[in-house]
């Protein structure tokens, strides 16, 4: 029972629930179309998993252990001696922390500055017009919307037999605060987030084995891709155990155990400091009543619409909580999208077109069809390697390749892949390039500066023509 209760006498344009990158983006879009918005969050600070725990501080984490390792590995080849690197673990946490709440603020002026009232709070439906916001002070307070989005996200997937107690055992949240650098590190499942915390640690000196369930790595890569960027962690010194079951993990005072039925079919216990759980993420839906207003997730808890995103006359949902790649971007897509439509526009989402981004070193990053998903149609590939691109050589980061694949009689460009340094900004140019639905002609006679990266995109384009130049 909460201790006050109080209703909002103003009926909003819209109410969103949850400020991620989805709601925060609806909220500020919809506040540039002149609709009254609130928007209510749970977590003390704005900005979602994304901001407070998840793509931010990973990445301030991606880029201070990168240079660790280039000033302990790289550096003395370039003729800089700087001496054996030392360690400040707790100085590169408060980097991390620091980057986090400077951005948290950001997205409080942002909405601030586009006129939305922040409710801090959990928010649930009372019925189809109607926001409970419950305060961590137990006040409750009531507002009105003729519009209301569900923009609440996702929280990690658990498994069974295996406790998170985000001490020894970890989600991403846990894997982002290690007190000290673990010797050994088991990381459960080889997706982005195994990947991605699998290599920070192991680059400040972890030793990590990456337990994963099917074949290869990353889920939704195109096979080659993902085989090329493994050869490349392995060589980082990371160890894949593919074909392999995670059955349970049990905690044993500073280690853990982790049980797996290894590809032979045979149990083997790898036992470590830690272990990072990262086997996918599950909406997050919890709490929020929505049988108040009718709605219900299907049997895997996604809040699924009518495919503009709208799960009633004046419910939307947006994001993680709803189908589709749980990405931040997609998020952000579908909240300025949604905004817009209860604005009365016609917006256009490409869910086809969503790019999916790995930050390791080198990064994977591809958008549209992978070669597999094509086996039906008539296509040609093009493939260059960095190897061969000067500015990569240069650099002394000439691992990995371009791969494209463009419609063998249209010529449109339908996938393109990457693993390379810098393969998430070179992704954006053939975003660009498939929304304006652009062939591999196109593409590769568009001047490109000399020597950038973006030469091997290019490249490629010509090798899917047959006169890739500079190999
Ligand atoms: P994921 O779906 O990317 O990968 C999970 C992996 O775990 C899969 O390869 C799966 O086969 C494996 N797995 C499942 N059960 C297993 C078991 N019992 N034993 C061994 N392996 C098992 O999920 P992840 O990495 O947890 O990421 C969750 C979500 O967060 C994804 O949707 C991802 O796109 C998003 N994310 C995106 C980031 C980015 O864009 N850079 C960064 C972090 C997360």
Known sequence: MSRGSKAVTKTYDVVIIGAGPGGYNCAIRAGQLGLSVACVERRSTLGGTCLNVGCIPSKSLLHASELFHVAATELSGLGIDVGTPKLNLGHMMKAKDDAVSGLTKGVAFLLKKNKVDVFYGEGSFVDSETVRVLGADDTAQTLKARNIVVATGSEPATLPGVDVDEDRIVSSTGALEF?????????????????????????????????????????????????????????????????????????????????????????????????????????????????????????????????????????????????????AHKAEDEGVAVAEMIAGQTPLIEHDLIPSVVYTAPE????????????????????????????????????GLVKLIADAKTDEVLGVHIVGTGAGELIGEACTLMAMSGSAEDLARICHAHPTRSEALRQSAMDAAGWAMQI
Do not use: H
């Open 364 to 399: 994977v990053a591809w958008v549209g069809a992978t070669e597999d998903a094509l086996s039906d149609r008539d296509i040609r590939v093009g493939r260059f390697p960095f190897l061969a691109n000067s500015r990569a050589r240069a650099s002394g980061e000439s691992q």
């Open 179 to 327: 007190p000290e650098v673990p010797e050994t590190l088991v990381v459960i499942g080889a997706g982005v987030i195994g990947l991605e915390l699998g290599s920070v640690w192991a680059r400040l000196g972890a030793q990590v084995t990456v337990v994963e369930y099917s074949d290869g790595i990353l889920p939704g890569a195109d096979p080659e891709i993902a085989k090329a960027a493994q050869a490349i962690y392995e060589q980082q010194g990371l160890t894949f155990v593919t074909n392999a079951k995670v059955e349970s993990a049990v905690v044993d005072g500073a280690s853990v155990g982790v049980n797996v039925t290894m590809p032979d079919g045979n149990r083997q216990t790898l036992t470590a400091d830690r272990a990072i759980v990262a086997i996918g993420r599950r909406p997050y839906t919890r709490g929020l009543s929505l049988e108040n207003a009718g709605v219900n997730p299907d049997e895997r808890g996604v809040l699924v619409g009518d495919g503009a995103l709208r799960l009633a006359k004046t419910i939307w949902a947006i994001g993680d909580c709803t189908s589709g790649p749980m990405l």
